[in-house]
Structure formats: structure tokens, C-alpha cells
Nanobody, 128 residues
Framework: QVQLAESGGGLVQAGGSLRISCAASGRTLSTYGMGWFRQAPGKVRESVAAISLSGGRTYYADSVKGRFTISRDNAKNTVYLQMNSLKPEDTAVYYC?????????????????????WGQGTQVTVSS
């Protein structure tokens, strides 16, 4: 069983940066690929980024490529999402998630049904 807790959300102006974190407890994070998702009001949850167990492979939604960076520190049992050049349309609740331990194809990481464990979310608001 893995417990995930996001932190670091807040209010930022358009063009600004924010780094959100996802701390895991209960199991070591190094055995899990990880994903970040977001959900804006009235919209479906969407994949933002994902990272493989070792951190050697990363995946991004087209809407955030070149602006967001996912990383992990397995020694700290933490995954990060660095968000630069933020836009008002990035406003959402951001969730981190972990699938069952194992290896997955890139396309699988983008699918929220893959993920078993979810954090409670952190609000990111970008003002124009």
C-alpha cells in the first residue's frame, strides 16, 4: 500500500514558475513509475507527465512539453513537477499517482485507469 501526498500548489502569475511535490509513504517509491494528472473545473482529468521507475524515461502531454519537467528522488521517496512559463489554462487540481509496481509502455502511463494509488491533490491557480 502506498500513500501519496502532494504539496507546493498555490497562486502564481502567468509566466511564473511553481514546483509541486509528491511524497510517498508506506512503500519505497523506487519500485513504481509515477504520473502527474490534473483536473480543471468542469473538465475531465488529464495526464500531464509521467516518469519511469528509474527516472530514465519521461513522458509529457503536448500541452506542457517544454514547460514542465517531471523528476524523482528515490532516496527522498518524492516525485516533483517543475512548472515554468505557466498559463491560466494550467489552472487545475494536480494529482500524483502510482500504478501497481511494474514496467509499462509509454502509452499506458498516459491512461489514468492504470493507476491504483492517488494523492489528495494540490491546487494550482495561474492568474492572467
Amino acid at each position: 500500500q502506498v500513500q501519496l501526498a502532494e504539496s507546493g500548489g498555490g497562486l502564481v502569475q502567468a509566466g511564473g514558475s511553481l514546483r509541486i511535490s509528491c511524497a510517498a509513504s508506506g512503500r519505497t517509491l523506487s519500485t513504481y513509475g509515477m504520473g502527474w494528472f490534473r483536473q480543471a473545473p468542469g473538465k475531465v482529468r488529464e495526464s500531464v507527465a509521467a516518469i519511469s521507475l528509474s527516472g530514465g524515461r519521461t513522458y509529457y502531454a503536448d500541452s506542457v512539453k517544454g514547460r514542465f519537467t517531471i523528476s524523482r528522488d528515490n532516496a527522498k521517496n518524492t516525485v516533483y513537477l517543475q512548472m515554468n512559463s505557466l498559463k491560466p489554462e494550467d489552472t487545475a487540481v494536480y494529482y500524483c499517482a502510482a500504478p501497481p509496481s511494474g514496467y509499462y509502455s509509454p502509452s499506458q502511463y498516459y491512461t489514468d485507469s492504470l493507476y491504483t494509488y492517488w494523492g489528495q491533490g494540490t491546487q494550482v491557480t495561474v492568474s492572467s
